[in-house]
């Protein structure tokens, strides 16, 4: 009994291990020690005992990790747990099945990478949280992303944290030294290589294009904090609007320097500017106060009834309303709800979601005056291919525009929670992608990153305030950009044929009374 709750108790710390990887410990090591234990936890153990110690290093990670939705319940919040650990219960069984191969280290590795790939398309639509990559802003790791993208990265931390759980198991049960130290300099060679990989931070200026440009980010901040701020869209609205003006104010007066573009965010028009003569009139005012393109987060009505869609507008001085990106990668349950009619007939939980939002089929590639901006919203910067689309046709500084306001609490500082979160993964995204990255927030963390991935500026949580920086453009792009899904779906099918291979009947013998006996598979690296 003791064993058992001994083994329950080291699968929940392995879970927590890994989310001491994000914020805001940001303990960027302790994410391949969350992979080595689960690893050495798993090899020997039955099915049922995996699937156990799955779920419950799931729920140690994912509990922790999703805290921010608590503001919607704990039925949300460990609902959602629940259900991203049965991806862990899957991945422990298949890691407890290649654990008899040689090369199980190298199996865990690429079944880890799988497990993310699957998990990020479905269902609907996936959800790309909580990947290994999104852990290593701080690390040398991260720039394997302008390699091979975030599933490179994950699988240099899978790697290594499925290395050092080698070592552990030869020091438990010590037979050679020829392999943990073989791991050992695996390991090294895998944190350290990546320090050879040159990071861009110059901007570009190829066919006369600007190599940079100034580029300003209100964040207007919100009345109220949580869901309620929804039922006070007008003074959102208001509050970017002044901000903007306060900006225009001091550029008037040469405290700061003239921006080319400025960025609200997402949700900063709750009201359909299209509809509302109102909202319309303040986003006019505020373009004329900086007398540049503003490109503005909205929502706005349609195509039926009982739509709406989350939209980008660049909406400039000469013309008003001009191009505009609509959100392509939706929440489920959140912005729509998936067959609406049967839930609702059970259910009150989702009486919030009045309208579903409709997703868009193109790219975020917006030209906002002298910018061809890469633009996406909230959600999307976790989606590999929408970020990547958005560069590869064009854009030359990723811009995220967000709004965390229902998901912070008030007091935070915004080195936790999702804003903190998701600010780890546009850092990952400017290494990946070789852009500036700039994050509009409605109420924090609005920030602006360089290229190889640091923070230059940001904001404080639920303060109104307005970022301008000189940013870099650029054009050239990385390995990552031209090799696009590959790398996904070269080490997930790796990982499927480790898989398969060892899930094949073992190799029987005859015995010597005639019957016929298993022949143990050798397990381990070398000798």
């Given at each position: 009994m003791r064993r058992h709750l001994l083994l329950a108790v080291t699968a929940v710390c392995s879970g927590v291990a890994l989310d001491l990887a994000f914020p805001p410990v940001n303990a960027w090591p302790a994410a391949a020690v969350g992979v080595a234990v689960l690893c050495v936890l798993l090899r020997g153990s039955s099915r049922r005992a995996a699937a156990g110690l799955g779920m419950l290093a799931g729920l140690?990670?994912?509990?922790?990790?999703?805290?921010?939705?608590?503001?919607?319940?704990?039925?949300?919040?460990?609902?959602?747990?629940?259900?991203?650990?049965l991806w862990w219960v899957a991945m422990a069984l298949a890691l407890r099945a290649t654990s008899r191969l040689r090369c199980w280290p190298l199996a865990a590795a690429l079944l880890w990478v799988g497990q993310?790939?699957?998990?990020?398309?479905?269902?609907?639509?996936?959800?790309?949280?909580?990947?290994?990559?999104?852990?290593q802003a701080d690390g040398p790791l991260v720039r394997l992303a302008s390699i091979g993208g975030a599933p490179l990265v994950t699988f240099a931390v899978a790697l290594s944290g499925a290395l050092l759980a080698y070592v552990?198991?030869?020091?438990?049960?010590?037979?050679h030294l020829t392999?943990?130290?073989?791991?050992?300099?695996?390991?090294?060679?895998?944190?350290?290589?990546?320090?050879?990989?040159?990071?861009?931070?110059?901007?570009?200026?190829?066919?006369?294009k600007p190599s940079s440009e100034v580029v300003a980010l209100i964040q207007g901040n919100v009345p109220r904090l949580g869901l309620d701020e929804f039922s006070q869209r007008r003074a959102v609205t208001e509050n970017h609007l002044l901000q903007t003006e306060s900006l225009a104010q001091e550029v008037h007066e040469g405290l700061r320097p003239a921006p080319a573009v400025v960025i609200w965010p997402e949700n900063a028009s709750d009201v359909d500017p299209y509809s509302d003569a109102i909202a319309a009139a303040e986003i006019n005012q505020a373009v004329a106060s900086v007398d540049v393109p503003i490109v503005v987060g909205a929502v706005i009505n349609g195509p039926g009834p009982e739509h709406v869609r989350n939209v980008s507008i660049v909406w400039t001085p000469q013309h008003g309303?001009?191009?505009?990106?609509?959100?392509?990668?939706?929440?489920?349950?959140?912005?729509?709800?998936?067959?609406?009619?049967?839930?609702?007939?059970?259910?009150?939980?989702?009486?919030?979601i009045h309208k579903d939002f409709v997703p868009g089929h193109k790219p975020g590639v917006l030209q906002a005056g002298p910018v061809t901006l890469a633009d996406v919203i909230c959600f999307e910067v976790a989606d590999d291919t929408v970020v990547r689309q958005a560069v590869n046709g064009g854009g030359r500084l990723i811009s995220v525009q967000t709004n965390n306001?229902?998901?912070?609490?008030?007091?935070?500082?915004?080195?936790?929670?999702?804003?903190?979160?998701?600010?780890?993964?546009?850092?990952?995204?400017?290494?990946?992608?070789?852009?500036?990255?700039?994050?509009?927030?409605?109420?924090?963390?609005?920030?602006?990153?360089?290229?190889?991935?640091?923070?230059?500026?940001?904001?404080?949580?639920?303060t109104g305030a307005s970022l301008d920086m000189r940013v870099p453009l650029r054009d050239p792009l990385t390995v990552a950009d031209r090799v696009g899904e590959w790398p996904d779906r070269v080490l997930a099918l790796a990982g499927l044929v480790l898989l398969v291979v060892a899930c094949r009947p073992r190799?029987?013998?005859e015995g010597a009374s005639g019957r016929t006996v298993s022949t143990p598979e050798t397990v381990g690296i070398s000798g």
């Amino acid at each position: 009994m003791r064993r058992h709750l001994l083994l329950a108790v080291t699968a929940v710390c392995s879970g927590v291990a890994l989310d001491l990887a994000f914020p805001p410990v940001n303990a960027w090591p302790a994410a391949a020690v969350g992979v080595a234990v689960l690893c050495v936890l798993l090899r020997g153990s039955s099915r049922r005992a995996a699937a156990g110690l799955g779920m419950l290093a799931g729920l140690g990670f994912w509990v922790p990790l999703l805290m921010f939705l608590r503001g919607y319940g704990l039925d949300a919040w460990w609902g959602l747990a629940v259900i991203e650990s049965l991806w862990w219960v899957a991945m422990a069984l298949a890691l407890r099945a290649t654990s008899r191969l040689r090369c199980w280290p190298l199996a865990a590795a690429l079944l880890w990478v799988g497990q993310e790939w699957l998990r990020d398309r479905v269902p609907f639509g996936g959800f790309p949280w909580g990947r290994l990559a999104f852990s290593q802003a701080d690390g040398p790791l991260v720039r394997l992303a302008s390699i091979g993208g975030a599933p490179l990265v994950t699988f240099a931390v899978a790697l290594s944290g499925a290395l050092l759980a080698y070592v552990l198991t030869e020091v438990i049960h010590p037979r050679h030294l020829t392999g943990p130290v073989l791991a050992l300099v695996g390991i090294a060679v895998v944190v350290v290589a990546p320090l050879a990989i040159r990071l861009p931070t110059a901007g570009t200026s190829a066919g006369g294009k600007p190599s940079s440009e100034v580029v300003a980010l209100i964040q207007g901040n919100v009345p109220r904090l949580g869901l309620d701020e929804f039922s006070q869209r007008r003074a959102v609205t208001e509050n970017h609007l002044l901000q903007t003006e306060s900006l225009a104010q001091e550029v008037h007066e040469g405290l700061r320097p003239a921006p080319a573009v400025v960025i609200w965010p997402e949700n900063a028009s709750d009201v359909d500017p299209y509809s509302d003569a109102i909202a319309a009139a303040e986003i006019n005012q505020a373009v004329a106060s900086v007398d540049v393109p503003i490109v503005v987060g909205a929502v706005i009505n349609g195509p039926g009834p009982e739509h709406v869609r989350n939209v980008s507008i660049v909406w400039t001085p000469q013309h008003g309303p001009t191009q505009r990106y609509v959100k392509r990668h939706l929440v489920p349950f959140g912005e729509y709800l998936p067959f609406r009619r049967e839930i609702t007939a059970v259910t009150g939980a989702f009486s919030l979601i009045h309208k579903d939002f409709v997703p868009g089929h193109k790219p975020g590639v917006l030209q906002a005056g002298p910018v061809t901006l890469a633009d996406v919203i909230c959600f999307e910067v976790a989606d590999d291919t929408v970020v990547r689309q958005a560069v590869n046709g064009g854009g030359r500084l990723i811009s995220v525009q967000t709004n965390n306001a229902s998901y912070e609490q008030a007091g935070e500082s915004g080195n936790g929670g999702e804003t903190a979160q998701q600010l780890e993964m546009a850092r990952l995204r400017a290494v990946e992608h070789g852009r500036a990255v700039v994050v509009a927030a409605t109420s924090g963390v609005s920030a602006v990153i360089s290229p190889d991935g640091r923070v230059l500026a940001r904001t404080k949580v639920f303060t109104g305030a307005s970022l301008d920086m000189r940013v870099p453009l650029r054009d050239p792009l990385t390995v990552a950009d031209r090799v696009g899904e590959w790398p996904d779906r070269v080490l997930a099918l790796a990982g499927l044929v480790l898989l398969v291979v060892a899930c094949r009947p073992r190799r029987r013998a005859e015995g010597a009374s005639g019957r016929t006996v298993s022949t143990p598979e050798t397990v381990g690296i070398s000798g």
